[in-house]
T-cell receptor
Framework: AQTVTQSQPEMSVQEAETVTLSCTYD???????LFWYKQPPSRQMILVIR??????QNATENRFSVNFQKAAKSFSLKISDSQLGDAAMYFC??????????????????FGKGTHLIIQP | DAGVTQSPTHLIKTRGQQVTLRCSPI?????VSWYQQVLGQGPQFIFQ???????GRGNFPDRFSARQFPNYSSELNVNALLLGDSALYLC???????????????FGSGTRLTVV
């Protein structure tokens, strides 16, 4: 079974600064997907960024980028120019790519315990 | 276009009772997954349904069951409620059941269940 570990229960950063959230995972699979989700107090999980394991290039979405180190099984999220609206819980998640329509299996996400990000004005 | 909608938003039940939670996926999405998020933890996978069939189940007891209807909406049922079932229950929808769903899932805002 896969596991996802987020070792930082809470992080604090000054507005406009850069912060990096850590995530490590354990899997025996070679093909999978990794995600970062944001959960504000509204409770809805919002997809921030995704990474396919077979792609070596790190994903980037505006101020959000990842550092994907496949050999080290590390998937950190960097938030540049932090804004007050970035304050939320951030969850790292893993999904196997072994799932297929014909092959069956579940398409469930495995989440870490989350990192609470505080933005100081 | 409406997002994933869940009802009710909050619910209080007594131990031993049964509860039904509802989820309507985004129009065109055929896959619905359910997650349980206990306070202070990340969500845990309960079920996935695709085209009205169960495609997988997480490590949850048989008290938890679900179904998906022809319009792709879904219900999660929990019988014989325990205090430990108190949690936020999240529904997520995606278009398909292949690599196309690597775009991630769209989550609803959840149902907060409190068991007393």
């Amino acid at each position: 079974a896969q596991t996802v570990t987020q070792s930082q229960p809470e992080m604090s950063v000054q507005e406009a600064e850069t912060v990096t959230l850590s995530c490590t995972y354990d899997t025996s699979e070679s093909d999978y997907y990794l995600f970062w989700y944001k959960q504000p107090p509204s409770r809805q999980m919002i997809l921030v960024i995704r990474q396919e394991a077979y792609k070596q290039q790190n994903a980037t979405e505006n101020r959000f980028s990842v550092n994907f180190q496949k050999a080290a099984k590390s998937f950190s999220l960097k938030i540049s120019d932090s804004q007050l609206g970035d304050a939320a819980m951030y969850f790292c998640a893993y999904r196997s790519a072994a799932y297929s329509v014909s092959g069956g299996g579940a398409d469930g996400l495995t989440f870490g315990k989350g990192t609470h990000l505080i933005i100081q004005p | 276009d409406a997002g994933v909608t869940q009802s009710p938003t909050h619910l209080i039940k007594t131990r031993g009772q049964q509860v039904t939670l509802r989820c309507s996926p985004i129009s065109g999405h055929k896959s619905v997954s359910w997650y349980q998020q206990v306070l202070g933890q990340g969500p845990q996978f309960i079920f996935q349904y695709y085209e009205k069939e169960e495609r997988g189940r997480g490590n949850f007891p048989d008290r938890f069951s679900a179904r998906q209807f022809p319009n792709y909406s879904s219900e999660l049922n929990v019988n014989a409620l325990l205090l430990g079932d108190s949690a936020l229950y999240l529904c997520a929808s995606s278009y398909g059941a292949s690599r196309t769903s690597n775009y991630g899932y769209t989550f609803g805002s959840g149902t907060r269940l409190t068991v007393v």
